[in-house]
């Protein structure tokens, strides 16, 4: 009997092959670390029944036969403990906990200031349906409206610098955050990137940043998985 296919529920925007989310990034970048494929299906804010199934209303979500399974660090979970003979995810048990506290510094601190330099490309890449509900809930999260979160792009871009620091200190001395490859915790960072790199033309790093050169090697692995995304303008 065949195996069951995979298919993985992505945030998409108005073009439905531009795929944006840097949840569901880190979970496409995961299952390509295990050799594996999965059918990617588009997704939209306003199209809640139709990931209805799992049991809430976001996205990733990875449906493995009868199984599915919601959010990224779940995702990353299941990918490793059900295709534990494949390479490593998290690079072994004793890496897990710093890659947690990894998926939830890129969760907090670095999606928000990223968000505070793209939030409107991000509303501008949206399909009309989508962008009422947008601009309500992240004016909400940020109390004032889109235009102003990004108002001042050189100052919140400074400040995005600022926070990726410790990062580009890591990287003078190591190609990945992981180690001499890539694993989850260097791709719970990289979907940032790929979530400005879709919706944005705004470069986030310095020609010279040492993450620069982090962030090519993984557009380019996986046989360029990343590099090959569509993007908005494209």
């Not at 004793?94 to 409107?120: P, Q």
């Not at 871009?157 to 694993?183: T, V």
């Amino acid at each position: 009997m065949a195996a069951p296919e995979l298919i993985l529920y992505e945030l998409a925007g108005a073009n439905p092959e531009l795929r944006f989310s840097p949840h569901c990034w880190k979970a496409r970048m995961a299952l390509a670390h295990k050799g594996l494929q999965a059918v990617g299906e588009p997704w939209r804010f306003a199209e809640k029944d139709k990931i209805s199934f799992s049991g809430q209303g976001l996205v990733p979500v990875l449906v493995h036969g009868n199984e599915s399974v919601s959010y990224s660090w779940r995702i990353a979970l299941y990918l490793e403990e059900l295709f534990s003979t494949d390479p490593a995810l998290f690079g072994g048990k004793d890496a897990m906990s710093t890659t947690r506290f990894v998926n939830s510094w890129a969760d907090t601190t670095l999606l928000a200031a990223v968000a505070k330099v793209i939030l409107v490309d991000v509303y501008n890449c949206l399909d009309g349906n989508d962008r009422g509900y947008f601009r309500a809930s992240r004016e909400k999260r940020f109390g004032m409206a889109l235009e102003a979160v990004v108002a001042d792009q050189p100052a919140r871009l400074l400040d995005l610098r600022m926070a990726l620091q410790p990062l580009g200190h890591m990287l003078r001395k190591q190609e990945f955050i992981s180690g001499s490859a890539p694993a989850y915790a260097d791709y719970c960072v990289f979907g940032m990137f790929m979530w400005a790199r879709v919706c944005s033309p705004v470069d986030l790093l310095e020609p010279d940043d040492p993450i620069v050169a982090w962030r090519e090697q993984l557009l380019d692995a996986f046989g360029g998985l990343a590099r090959s995304a569509v993007c908005v303008g494209a």
